[in-house]
């Protein structure tokens, strides 16, 4: 037999740790801090509520407990501590979740691979993927800072007007022009070349040669919302007499880092890491174009500013941004590329019931102008946003020579097709008679050409998404909600030890404590212990107050009611045998049935 301490060693040797890490990385990483970094909380009693980020709804029904560290969806079902929330939120497994808090707890890892319950999670694929892109991050900043060779893009920044904070504050760096600089970095660091290109910072060619992805470039690291690095935007140096190279992305202004398995385009924004808080405080996210503009203003205090990650806005970076606000304000270039940016963007927004507004620029090309002209520019530019469509309605009838029946014509087969896709039926009436006023047109005629409109399937709420999931609050029965109670105040499991109350099959571990009369919650898996959790948040969400004598009132009421059921239940149970026995002529049977239910009732 192997005993606890050889056990203790060989899973020292061998590179484990046992679960006091895990604890204390938990301890660390309070659980409403970090949601409240994903989500906008609301107090709810003792616990705080927030719109489920697992599926689509409109009332809140995802709890969180800070005394137990713990979150339920009682819509979806999805529940768990600290380290599952950032698992299903950053699409991590256990180890690199729990890597990613502990470096937000400044706690170093003691080991590789962790022994958490009765398995064994191991750094993977990701965790190197991670590493890699945070080293190269650190490389280039460090090289943007000290090398004479990056004067180039110093030069660069200060034209731009970022100051030295704000280089440090976004880690922006440099990228040498060379062809293995970064590789060679890496391979010294124990990297492969096959992870270098799989993490997206280099690059083979046709031939199978493998060289950096970025050559004589500025750098902006992309991060999660956790502030960790998954990518980069680089941005060429443009010097006067030196040739851009073309193999560096056929000499594209930016290049972007290609997808892996830490980086999705489509759902990371860039400078959220940042943002969120600010976000939240305001209840407005502003999405511009460019890192410059996002950078721009942070630095001109307007920290509450994204922008999208290399890629044409997605719905799945709404959704992102909707759980920190209630409002969205898009602000993209005045140019005709900027312009086309956003009616695809409103359309999109206004199909999944998404509150949108526009910010413009005018009479300069983008956010980085207009603050570098005034910063006062900006504050009065947000105060002026209009509603996505009114905006985009005055945009056409502000184009329009005159206002005369083709002008009309023309504005409402541009806006009808939008209105048509408009989630909103409130939304949508309200923007026919809009458009009615502004066209000075009946609304019937517009209702009768609505319905001809064609809709692009893109932005269509058939393929959109738009509807939530038509998901209700879970109703607890009688045993559940005692289960609740006494996982809440496990001092009550006393008054119920002697009951014989059927509690479902599933919690049988806490039902056999509590028939024991002690509860001992360490000894509940954390699966079951968070299902648990979520019984006692609902339990308790109804009552006027959580302290321990009201819960014990509301305790006893329901045992009451189960007694009182179980009686009535037997009372029909000998009414209908005594029928039967009547029914049969057995005069013996009835009774025998009457005596006993006569000493039954005593």
Sequence with gaps: MINNFVLSYVFAFSGYFMTDQVQEIKDHNDIVEIIGGYLTLKKAGINYKANCPFHSEKTPSFMINPERQSYKCFGCGEGGDVITFVE????????????????????????????????????????????????????????????????????????????????????????????????????????????????????????????????????????????TTVAFTARILEIPGKDTDPSAGGGAKYLNSSESAIYSKGKIIYGLDRAKMAIKDADLAIMVEGNMDVIACHQAGFKNVVATSGTALTLDQLKILIRYASAIAFCFDTDTAGQTAMKRAVRIALANDITTKIITTAPYKDADEAIKADSNNWSKMVKAAKPSLEYWIGQLVAQSEKLDVDAKKKIAKEILPVIKIIASEIEKEYYIKYLSDVLSVSEQSLIDALSKAKTDAEFSRRNSASEPAKTEQKRLSRPEKILGFVWAEPELAKIISAEIIKFPDKYEPLSGQIKAGKIERD????????????????????????????????????????????????????????????????????????????????
């Design 88 to 227: 299903k939120m950053e699409g991590l497994d256990f180890y690199n979740a729990l890597k990613l808090l502990a470096e937000k707890a400044g706690i170093t890892l003691k080991s590789n691979s962790i022994q958490h319950g009765a398995s064994v999670h191991s750094a993977d694929k990701k965790t190197r993927l991670f590493e890699i892109n945070e080293w190269a991050a650190k490389v280039y900043n460090k090289l943007l800072t000290d090398h004479p060779k990056a004067e180039a893009a110093r030069k660069y920044l200060d034209k731009r007007g970022l100051s030295a904070d704000t280089i440090k504050n976004f880690n922006i760096g440099y990228a040498p022009d060379s062809w293995d600089f970064m590789l060679r970095f890496l391979i010294s660091k124990k990297y492969t070349e096959a992870e270098a290109v799989e993490a997206g910072v280099a690059i083979r060619s046709e031939k199978g040669k493998i060289y950096d992805r970025f050559r004589g470039r500025v750098m902006f690291p992309i991060s999660n919302p956790m502030g």
């Design 523 to 602: 000894k509940i898996l954390s699966e079951l212990a968070a299902d648990l959790d979520g019984l006692s948040m609902l339990a308790l969400k109804d009552l006027d107050s959580n302290d321990s004598e009201i819960i014990e009132i509301e305790l006893r009421y329901l045992i009451g009611r189960i007694k009182s059921d179980e009686h009535e239940q037997t009372k029909s149970d000998f009414a209908h045998r005594i029928s039967r026995a009547e029914t049969a002529g057995d005069k013996e049977m009835v009774k025998k049935l009457l005596k006993e239910f006569s000493d039954l009732i005593k």
